[in-house]
């Protein structure tokens, strides 16, 4: 959780890392990329390749951001966080 949560912080402002409080689902506030929430889906899906439950399905304030599971190895979560990083590094200089 601690990884994840540094790795955001420091390497991805634009997006927010919510630590949970008693689970291995933390929320990704995603909307300073201002992407409509089908497109924010579908840019992490195609662009990063990391498949995340949408938000709103948890609720209509949840519009823009995504639910993201940590309950996997270190060496795949870190994987996926490189990912995420270049689709916005990419997305950034767009």
């Known amino acids: 959780m601690e990884f994840a949560r540094r790795f955001f912080e420091e390497r991805l402002p634009e997006i927010k890392f919510l630590k949970p409080e008693g689970t ?4 990704l506030d995603c909307r300073l990329l201002r ?15 990391v498949y995340f439950d949408e ?4 609720g209509e304030e949840l519009e823009g951001f ?10 795949l979560l870190a994987e996926a ?4 990083e270049k689709a916005v590094t ?3 200089a767009s």
């Not at 579908?42 to 990063?48: D, G, N, Q, V």
């Not at 993201?68 to 270190?74: E, G, H, T, V």
């Not at 966080?81 to 995420?84: D, H, K, Q």
């Open 24 to 27: 291995y689902l933390a929320l």
């Open 35 to 49: 992407l409509p929430q089908p497109e924010l889906n579908k840019f992490f899906l195609k662009k990063a390749r």
């Open 55 to 58: 938000g709103p399905i948890f």
């Open 66 to 75: 995504e639910r993201m599971n940590l309950a996997c190895p270190r060496q």
């Open 81 to 84: 966080l490189r990912r995420i």
């Open 90 to 92: 990419d997305f950034r």
